[in-house]
Every structure is written in C-alpha cells, then in structure tokens.
C-alpha cells in the first residue's frame, strides 16, 4: 500500500533501526519505546490486521522471528511479551498488522 508507513519501512523507503531481517517479516524498534525493549514484528507484505494474513509462510516466519529475535537480544531465558493490538476495539493505529515485542525488564500490565 502506498500510502503505509510500514510498508515504507519495510521496502526500506523510510529508515527505521531494523534489529532482525528473514524472507517474510522485518523487525525494528518502536519510534516511541514505552519499555527497555520494544521492537515491531511486520510482515513485509501489506495486511491490514492479524485476521487478514492467509499465508502459512508468513505465519511461520512471523513466529521464527519472536524465537530469533529473543535470542539475538538475550530476553528468550527471562522472557518477554508479545501484543498485537486489533482493529478498533484493541487500539490499533497502524493499519499494517504488527507484533508488539517487549522486554529487557520486569513489564507491568496496561503498557500498550
Ligand atoms: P498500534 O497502536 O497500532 O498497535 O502501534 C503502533 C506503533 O507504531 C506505536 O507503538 C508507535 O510508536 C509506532 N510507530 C508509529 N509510527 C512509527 C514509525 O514511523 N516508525 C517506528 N519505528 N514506529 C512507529
Ligand atoms: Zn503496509
């Protein structure tokens, strides 16, 4: 989608720090960090929320890249917290699904 602002960062138009790279999905840090580390997980293809992505692929390198992910940045031994923020009633704002990764500390409820 042209207008996407996700879209621009993952076709890597707008720059963005990107922590984590795989055929499927990008990952880079939140703009605005609400914790010590908060990365967004986006598939590089254009869906608007969770319930529109059909393709298993994309599922699976969504998911190898919440493992790699806490891996490469040492939170997979005390663990993390993964969002994904629906549509109207959960508080989306940008229409590019995206996984919300958290950690690097002990999170409290009613971050995002
Ligand atoms: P939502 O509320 O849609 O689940 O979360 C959108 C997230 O995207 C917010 O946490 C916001 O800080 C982040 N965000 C919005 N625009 C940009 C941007 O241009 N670059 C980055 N890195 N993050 C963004
Ligand atoms: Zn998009």
Same mark, same amino acid.
Do not use: W
């Given at each position: 989608?042209?207008?996407?602002?996700?879209?621009?960062?993952?076709?890597?138009?707008?720059?963005?720090?990107?922590?984590?790279?795989?055929?499927?999905?990008?990952?880079?840090?939140?703009?605005?960090?609400?914790?010590?580390?908060?990365?967004?997980?986006?598939?590089?293809? *254009?869906?608007?929320?969770?319930?529109?992505?059909?393709?298993?692929?994309?599922?699976?390198?969504?998911?190898?890249?919440?493992?790699?992910?806490?891996?490469?940045?040492?939170?997979?031994?005390?663990?993390?917290?993964?969002?994904?923020?629906?549509?109207?009633?959960?508080?989306?704002?940008?229409?590019?699904? *995206?996984? *919300?990764?958290?950690?690097?500390?002990?999170?409290?409820?009613?971050?995002?």
């Amino acid at each position: 989608m042209s207008d996407c602002i996700f879209c621009k960062i993952a076709n890597k138009e707008i720059t963005s720090d990107i922590v984590y790279e795989n055929e499927n999905v990008i990952a880079f840090k939140d703009l605005n960090p609400r914790v010590k580390i908060h990365f967004l997980i986006i598939p590089k293809k *254009h869906y608007d929320t969770i319930l529109d992505i059909d393709d298993q692929n994309v599922m699976n390198d969504l998911f190898r890249a919440i493992r790699e992910i806490a891996k490469k940045y040492n939170i997979d031994k005390n663990g993390f917290r993964i969002i994904n923020n629906c549509k109207e009633d959960g508080g989306q704002e940008v229409m590019h699904m *995206h996984l *919300h990764m958290l950690g690097g500390e002990k999170l409290k409820t009613n971050i995002i």
